[in-house]
């Protein structure tokens, strides 16, 4: 899925934390040392790092128009309330929101991102491949905010091409 850019600002975290599971292979990235590391994670912060993942991924659907059954913003916030943030300002008069918590977890971090990306808005544009094989997490660039697929060569192609065979057979 290499034809896109990575989310800009903290999103590229949000984005990278999702996209550290392959939904087609099952292969997860947090399942060895370089993966964790690239989070700052230990072994037993895993757990709560995939349940934060999943709860982001369910945000980056619900951003391109699928629905998951559940109740995965619940799920987010509950977990988004742990990090709790503060308003920092510094010398020019800029204000930034940060982590409480020193050295900032990876929900803190997290939480500190989509509060940016939010501000900014441009949370509702990390979104989640439509393609259920897929479901990784893109930034959407479009114009009109509508895309559907992380890959218009890949999953829009495969998309196209299931759609064209169904209305052929």
């Not at 997860?28 to 994670?41: E, I």
């Not at 109740?71 to 990090?83: H, S």
């Not at 697929?149 to 999953?155: D, K, L």
Request: proline fraction near 5%; aromatic fraction near 4%; hydrophobic fraction near 45%.
């Amino acid at each position: 899925m290499n034809e896109r850019q990575s989310a800009p600002g903290g999103l590229a975290l949000v984005e990278a934390l999702v996209n550290t599971l392959d939904v087609e292979t099952g292969a997860d990235t947090l399942d060895t040392a370089d993966g964790r590391a690239a989070f700052a994670l230990a072994e037993p912060d895993v757990p709560a790092a995939r349940t934060l993942r999943e709860a982001l991924r369910a945000a980056c659907l619900a951003h391109a128009g699928h629905r998951e059954e559940g109740d995965c913003d619940l799920v987010l916030d509950r977990l988004l309330a742990d990090a709790p943030l503060r308003v920092t300002v510094d010398a020019a008069g800029g204000a930034a929101l940060r982590p409480v918590e020193e050295p900032p977890g990876l929900t803190a971090r997290i939480a500190a991102a989509i509060a940016a990306a939010s501000a900014g808005g441009t949370w509702t544009r990390l979104k989640a491949c439509e393609a259920a094989d897929c479901r990784w997490a893109y930034y959407d660039r479009s114009p009109a905010g509508r895309r559907r697929w992380c890959s218009m060569s890949v999953c829009g192609a495969r998309a196209k091409m299931r759609t064209y065979r169904a209305k052929r057979g």
